[in-house]
């Protein structure tokens, strides 16, 4: 665990001073919460398997020039990332219906969706991160008429990239959440993608079996979470083949070394 000063904890990560002005640490915590923090609980291993399949999402996502917060994995459980202002609303990204969509519109779970949908939530735990509209937005001041177009613009693309990588290894991208964040230079900022992209945050479904392979596994106590998101570390490439326990030996045993 990193003696840097702590600046902000949530409910799965940590934020710490960076070691250079503008930089931050995120520390991935086993910790998982569900329904606005109703449902609590810990799923071991899961801060290193998202701190892995985040740093692999965002290294691909910054190569096709999607720009992100993400600089590089420091160890097992942190990632220096830039700091950034985050805009106070989660943009949720959906081609099949689940989830809350599901239940507010009626829709049967695993529906494919006409078109991609892109959904707004103000960042706000305490009235339990309420549905938005744009209009919304614009009222408050959120975020600017600039601002949302590049953020369903970067929204589209990260889907497309994200779909093709997922349905590669034979898994369906159902829907996911993104955090974007401003970058200020003198009066001037831009956009760039923020936070984690992980099994936390996104919904995603073995394409032969359905089977979910992600935090519904917790949220609706159907077990093996450590398990689903392993699996999805391992058909990304970031496991080695065999040894189911790996991520977690190592971190066991980099710990013992004092790494
Ligand atoms: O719960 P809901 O169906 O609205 O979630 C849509 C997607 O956004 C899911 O992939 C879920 O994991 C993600 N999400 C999230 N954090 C939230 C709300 C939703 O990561 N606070």
Redo the contacts with the bound molecule.
């Keep these: 665990m990193s003696r840097r000063r702590q600046i902000y904890e949530g409910k799965a990560k940590i934020l710490y001073e960076g070691p250079e002005p503008g930089t931050i640490i995120q520390y991935f915590k086993d910790d998982a919460t569900a329904f606005n923090a109703q449902k609590k609980g810990t799923i071991n291993g899961k801060g290193v398997l998202n701190n892995r399949i985040s740093e692999h999402i965002f290294t691909r996502l910054n190569h096709i020039g999607v720009p992100n917060h993400f600089i590089r994995r420091l160890n097992m459980r942190e990632q220096l990332v830039r700091q950034v202002e985050i805009v106070p609303i989660?943009v949720?990204v959906r081609n099949v219906a689940?989830?809350?969509?599901s239940k507010r519109l009626g829709i049967e779970e695993g529906t494919p969706l006409p078109r991609t949908l892109i959904e707004y939530?103000l960042k706000d735990d305490a009235l339990g991160?309420p549905l938005i509209a744009e209009e919304h937005i614009a009222c408050f001041g959120w975020a600017s008429q600039e601002e949302m177009n590049e953020i369903a613009d970067m929204a589209i693309r990260v889907n497309d990239f994200m779909s093709g990588l997922f349905s590669a290894i034979n898994i369906r991208l159902i829907?996911?959440?993104l955090e974007f964040g401003r970058i200020w230079d003198g009066d001037f900022s831009r956009l760039i993608l923020a936070d984690e992209i992980s099994p936390?945050?996104?919904?995603l479904w073995d394409m032969d079996s359905n089977e979910k392979l992600?935090?519904d596994r917790f949220r609706r106590d159907l077990g093996g979470e450590v398990e689903a998101y392993q699996e999805v570390a391992r058909r990304l490439g970031l496991l080695p083949e065999g040894d189911e326990n790996e991520v977690l030996d190592l971190e066991q045993h980099r710990k013992k070394r004092g790494k």
């Excluded at 936390?200 to 919904?203: K, N, T, V």
């Design positions: 989660e949720i689940a989830g809350t969509l939530c991160d829907d996911f959440k936390d945050g996104c919904r992600d935090k």
